[in-house]
């Protein structure tokens, strides 16, 4: 299921006044489903075309992140478990990686910094 990204569809105002259309819903404005990148046994990538010819990855699953530690150092860590997201409760419930979310690694606790269903890799720092 597609999103649309557009203006909404109300013609009605906050102060509860009439409002005139302002467009039909175009094309460019739909965007694409959720990617609901899990925590996996393996990392899989999707590749998908966008509007324009451009490609982007996206992940399926994810067992690795790059690490930034403490020290500077980035390290590759597998991933047990999400802990915490802040923009879904039931999204560390079901192992599912968003950017903020709280992962636990073999290093310690991270947070994640990247979109990750869009860049195609997890960039975490050590908390």
Known sequence: ??????????????????????????????????????????????????????????????????????DGKIR????RTVIETPDNRHHARQNIITKGAIIDTELGKAKVLNRVGQDGVINAKLL
């Open 76 to 79: 590759k860590a597998s991933i």
């Open 1 to 70: 299921m597609e999103n649309y990204h557009g203006p909404s569809g109300s013609t009605v105002k906050g102060t509860g006044g009439k409002m005139g259309k302002h467009s039909d819903k175009k094309l460019r404005l739909v965007g694409g489903p959720f990617t609901a990148t899990k925590v996996g046994k393996e990392d899989l990538r999707q590749l998908r075309q966008g509007r324009g010819n451009v490609y982007k990855v996206k992940l399926k699953t994810a067992k690795f992140a790059n690490v930034l530690s403490k």
